[in-house]
């Protein structure tokens, strides 16, 4: 293991440290809206599988990705290839795309509510919304046995002092979902979110309301969130062009700045969903800042006597009471989140 370290390494570890961050993000974001049964079924159900597809794409790039790439335990990797490759691709491909599957529900969702209200109700029962997360998951296990069943994976070396792994050869059906279904449900999420926003705006100038005032920050918010899928998914064409058409004699990508680009497409995109939705949904930092005050005062009383104990807690209870600093924007957001 080499002790310099490039930019690349360095952006890699800038990641992994938000990474604890995003899952109390996660966590605190999950109580936030779980315990609202007035919120849409399908959005709530899609919030928390991709809260769970987070998490476990956080943990393999912790305990493999990482390691392998920082060149720890290199004897491990080369025995340990093909089982640890499966295990990485199917996060990439069947884990990855699911997140986009899941957050093109809630787009699609959030449209069909806002533009076809009488409509959605009918249609997007509970039991419906079950059927199209079964879908979804159904996706994800077939996609996970296709990778475990049919495609060879090892690891290789990336550098000489690091390891990394993929499919042994080009997998056509892998490489057309990297380079299409990708594509496709990104294209078909942002159009949702263009066409949401196009109504809300075109709405508060014919009733004059404030809604799309009120409610632009969500729709810009969510734009936002899909960025680095986006910049991940440019590369991918790239390196498809790169590989498969050698004629058009285009510059090699840089390896360690491509899986960077990887990392920043998976991991990335769900450590800035956790903060845009932190700073779009006020609310969500309560349950956050419980749980960080909690912990505060627990270290504090190991350290203070028995007669401090009550001041620390009125202290914790003053400090998880919510902020109301922007009523109008809250309660927006509230009633439309109600109705999808």
């Known amino acids: 293991m080499s002790l310099t370290t490039t930019w690349t390494q360095a952006a890699s570890i800038f990641i992994d440290l938000c990474m604890p961050f995003a899952v109390l993000a996660d966590v605190s974001i999950y109580r936030t809206?779980?315990?609202?049964?007035?919120?849409?079924?399908v959005f709530l159900m899609s919030m928390q599988n991709m809260f769970l597809c987070n998490i476990f794409m956080y943990l393999i790039e912790l305990l493999f990705k990482d390691p392998a790439s920082f060149g720890w335990?290199?004897?491990?990797?080369?025995?340990s290839g093909k089982v640890v490759g499966k295990l990485v691709v199917s996060t990439l491909h069947a884990w990855g795309n699911s997140m986009l599957l899941f957050s093109m529900v809630i787009a699609f969702s959030r449209m069909w509510c806002i533009v076809w209200p009488v409509s959605f109700k009918k249609k997007w029962s509970v039991r419906n919304a079950r059927y199209v997360n079964a879908v979804v998951w159904?996706?994800?296990v077939v996609q996970s046995l296709h990778i475990w069943i049919f495609v060879d994976c090892r690891s290789y070396p990336k550098t000489n002092i690091s390891y990394t792994f993929n499919t042994v050869t080009p997998n056509i059906l892998l490489n057309l979902q990297s380079t299409y279904l990708r594509n496709i449900v990104l294209i078909f999420t942002v159009l949702c979110y263009i066409i949401l926003g196009g109504y809300l705006r075109?709405?508060?100038?014919?009733a004059n309301s404030t809604l799309w005032r009120n409610t632009k920050r969500i729709i810009i918010s969510q734009l936002l969130i899909v960025i680095p899928r986006v910049i991940l998914s440019g590369f991918t064409i790239y390196a498809n062009l790169?590989?498969?058409?050698?004629?058009?004699?285009?510059?090699?990508?840089?390896?360690?700045?491509?899986?960077l680009i990887i990392k920043l497409g998976n991991v990335g995109y769900g450590i800035l969903a956790s903060i845009v939705i932190f700073y779009v949904f006020p609310q969500t930092w309560q349950p956050f800042k419980r749980v960080i005050c909690r912990n505060a005062s627990r270290s504090t009383d190991k350290h203070s006597q028995a007669g401090s104990a009550p001041t620390s807690v009125v202290n914790v209870t003053n400090l998880a009471q919510p902020?109301?600093?922007?009523?109008?924007?809250?309660?927006?957001v509230s009633t439309i989140d109600s109705q999808f």
């Open 33 to 41: 809206f779980g315990q609202k049964s007035s919120l849409c079924h």
């Open 138 to 140: 159904g996706y994800l």
């Open 242 to 259: 790169e590989a498969f058409f050698p004629e058009l004699n285009l510059v090699p990508l840089d390896l360690e700045f491509y899986y």
């Open 73 to 79: 335990f290199i004897p491990f990797w080369q025995w």
């Open 202 to 206: 075109s709405y508060s100038r014919m």
């Open 323 to 332: 902020r109301n600093r922007s009523p109008p924007t809250v309660v927006t």
